[in-house]
């Protein structure tokens, strides 16, 4: 599921800024093409709820790195706001066995610290895994008694 979510935004970054900043998905090394992103997920969760139910969390950080050096936090000033409408609702693609679903972004957030903007949203799902059938009931007799007559339900 990770991935069907990271290529969901990396596909919405490359729509939104229309491929003029590179995007990389692992830890990029000293050969940076600037402007660039990466999409990182430092950390997620698996809770089970009610029912078979179960909440994935995904918190994504994505680093952006600026190409100018005049002015720098203008840059990536104007890149969180367009990150705002672009990473509010992901289309997650079809996938075997898997539906198209879209996911809707939360608690988005930016802080600018170290020459990098750094772009926090949180995606959700709610799972359903099956449980083992239990089998029902057939049958149901039932006995009351209205004082001293019986009656057979």
Sequence with gaps: MYKRIQTAITRCLWQAFEGAAGIYTEEPGQELQLPCFFVSLPEGSYQQEAGGRYLRSFPFTIHYFPASESEPRAEM????ERLFDALELLELPEEEA???????GSQMSYQIADGRLL???HYRMHLFCGQAE??????LRQNTSI???EREK
């Design 77 to 80: 000033m104007a890149v969180a």
């Design 98 to 104: 898997q539906p198209r679903r879209d996911l809707r």
């Design 119 to 121: 772009f926090f949203v």
């Design 134 to 139: 239990v089998p029902k009931m057939e049958t």
């Design 147 to 149: 004082g001293k007559k």
